[in-house]
């Protein structure tokens, strides 16, 4: 990473030096426009892709709209949003299973990182650590319903194991069904920051550990005080990318518990769709995603801002 | 000697600790395979079966029973050609990034890196709409679209972190050669951050084969579903879900998504936090 922020600015220094030197000068005009044209494609597809939507939410929220049948709201769509107890129910359960998914999801990777990298197999445990996350999210969604409640196998093995008397009821009750999502969802991410933190540890200069180590420091102190302080800036670039991802989570929702029980396992993204795909209340469902748009947009101007700067430059 | 005693005592807990997790990790995907390879009646029972009769039912079902062949085609065709329209747009855009200084470089870099930050439930409907006036709804070019604008930023954001670490002086000495910008960076740049395109392109194909809420509002028939949707309707009706079916479907898309990956396992980390950490 120190290497990429010496290349970064010397880099972006030299370009701006050097046209001077060109054999060929072209027209000044032409050469101020080419960085814009080769990045104009990109920006007009994206711009095309996300500016349209969002306008098109913004105007069909003041709407109340039934199939073709528009009519006139006002902000109806948005006072009815503030009093929904849905919503800041399906608010309330995104963050409190992604703030659990993803403490568990960190806590696990850090831990089975700071054993494996040191570790002659390392590569070996990649591999293995992997595979969970290269299957489709549906699939998985499917193992663990069939898990959980179809086929019952978690409740046998705890039952086997003599830590319970009888069948749970998984998706029955609202902490279960909860965590049900997230045992799924830390059996297939925690792989993501996985891969991150043993790549940041095996990058990390091994002498200072070797100096460390050799004044007597255990190696718990040194991972403690040296090695996880220095990928502390890693750390927070792969949390930010699984906590965007994590607060998406839709496919394990939409297949495995629907909602159920009573709402308490609806996520933002869940209720969106319900309102707009399964009772066609497009309007509303608009005004909602509005709503959202805007909290992401802030939430990620300051944190892709902190991300760009520490991780970048 | 206490020294020693220490150190085999931590060997023997990072291997208590690795092996717990490596169970948990695999025994999910074993028991999955399992479910795949097993007749239909045995997959729920009243005691759980956990050695089962082997039996091929699933997979002359899913041949026979759905349009695979179908399915197959869908995922190919909107993933192979999102990748494709991402490393057209993305290349000459993170050269931009990355070597050039101009007014709103940084928006510009800032925007693209946050379209990543978009929860897709958030413009679902607005797409929805877009591609139903466009005439596009249940097509696999919707889908390509749509793959094509999740990943674009990550692809971007990837190649620009390998393009930065290429050194000016090359770039330079075919400068003074005459050679125009655009030569340079088709015929110097592309090859060089090769390592970089091939990764970022492995990750685009893994988030577009998993992509699932867009496919699911875009795709309704044979026409558009991908794999990763058409699984999901796998139920028999009466039957209920068809789990075997679906087991063997899941891991006939991870087979060749596991071989890609080994293949750039080395550049895994950095692609997955857009050129942040170097691996």
């Not at chain 1, 045992?183 to 891969?195: G, H, K, N, R, S």
């Not at chain 2, 930023?153 to 655009?182: C, F, K, N, Q």
């Amino acid at each position: 990473m120190q290497d990429s922020m010496v290349h970064n600015s010397s880099g972006w220094a030299a370009s701006a030096a050097r046209p001077g030197i060109r054999p060929r000068p072209r027209s000044r005009l032409r050469r101020k426009a080419f960085p814009y044209l080769l990045v104009a494609p990109a920006m007009i597809f994206l711009l095309g892709i996300t500016l349209y939507p969002g306008v098109y939410a913004m105007y069909q929220s003041f709407f109340f709209v039934r199939f073709n049948d528009w009519s006139f709201a006002g902000l109806g769509n948005y006072t009815k949003l503030l009093s929904d107890n849905e919503f800041w129910q399906a608010l309330w359960n995104t963050f409190v299973m992604g703030a659990i998914a993803l403490s568990l999801e960190c806590v696990i990777a850090i831990t089975i990182a700071a054993f494996a990298y040191r570790d002659p197999w390392v590569r070996s445990w990649r591999i293995m650590f992997l595979m969970p996350m290269l299957f489709m999210p549906s699939a998985v969604a499917f193992i663990w319903k069939l898990a959980f409640n179809d086929g019952r196998i978690v409740s046998d093995l705890l039952m086997r194991l003599g830590l319970i008397d009888g069948n749970l009821d998984f998706l029955g009750s609202i902490w279960l069904a909860r965590l049900t999502l997230i045992v799924a969802d830390v059996w297939q991410w925690t792989p993501f920051l996985f891969i991150i933190f043993v790549a940041a540890l095996q990058g990390q200069d091994a002498e200072m550990e070797e100096a460390a180590r050799l004044d007597g420091a255990k190696w718990r102190q040194i991972f403690w005080n040296i090695s996880l302080p220095l990928m502390m800036p890693i750390v927070a670039v792969a949390l930010i990318l699984r906590g965007i991802d994590i607060i998406t989570m839709f496919a394990s929702v939409f297949i495995i518990t629907g909602g159920t029980p009573g709402g308490a396992t609806e996520t933002i993204s869940y209720f969106i769709y319900r309102i707009g795909f399964k009772t066609f209340n497009f309007g509303y469902a608009s005004a909602i995603s509005v709503v959202m748009l805007a909290i992401t947009v802030t939430v990620a101007q300051l944190f892709v801002k902190r991300f760009f700067r520490s991780g970048r430059e | 000697m206490a020294s020693k005693s220490r150190s085999s005592e931590s060997l023997f807990l990072r291997y208590l600790v690795l092996s717990a997790w490596a169970v948990f990790c695999l025994a999910p995907i074993l028991w999955f395979l399992s479910i795949g390879l097993r007749p239909r009646t045995e997959i729920i029972a009243a005691e759980p079966i956990y050695w089962p009769t082997f039996s091929l039912d699933a997979w002359n079902m899913i041949w026979t029973d759905w349009p695979m062949g179908n399915y197959l085609r869908n995922s190919l065709v909107a993933v192979v050609g999102s990748v494709i329209i991402d490393l057209l747009l993305a290349i000459p855009a993170a050269y931009s990034l990355a070597r050039y200084t101009y007014r709103f470089r940084e928006d510009i870099g800032f925007y693209i890196l946050s379209t990543r930050m978009m929860a897709p439930a958030i413009v679902a409907i607005p797409i929805f709409f877009l591609f139903r006036n466009m005439g596009l709804l249940d097509t696999v070019w919707a889908l390509m679209l749509v793959y094509a604008a999740i990943n674009l930023s990550l692809v971007t954001w990837i190649i620009r972190s390998y393009m930065l670490d290429i050194p000016h002086e090359i770039e330079d000495a075919a400068r003074t050669d005459g050679a125009s910008d655009l030569r340079i960076l088709v015929s110097i740049i592309v090859p060089m951050c090769l390592p970089g395109i091939i990764t970022a392109a492995v990750i685009a194909v893994i988030f577009a084969v998993n992509e699932f809420l867009f496919t699911l509002l875009i795709a309704s028939t044979k026409n558009a579903y991908t794999l990763s949707v058409a699984l999901a309707n796998f139920t028999g009706g009466s039957d209920g879900i068809i789990y075997n079916a679906i087991a063997l479907v899941a891991f006939l898309a991870f087979v060749p998504i596991m071989f890609l990956v080994v293949l750039i396992q080395k550049h895994l980390s950095r692609g997955l936090t857009m050129g942040a950490v170097k691996g």
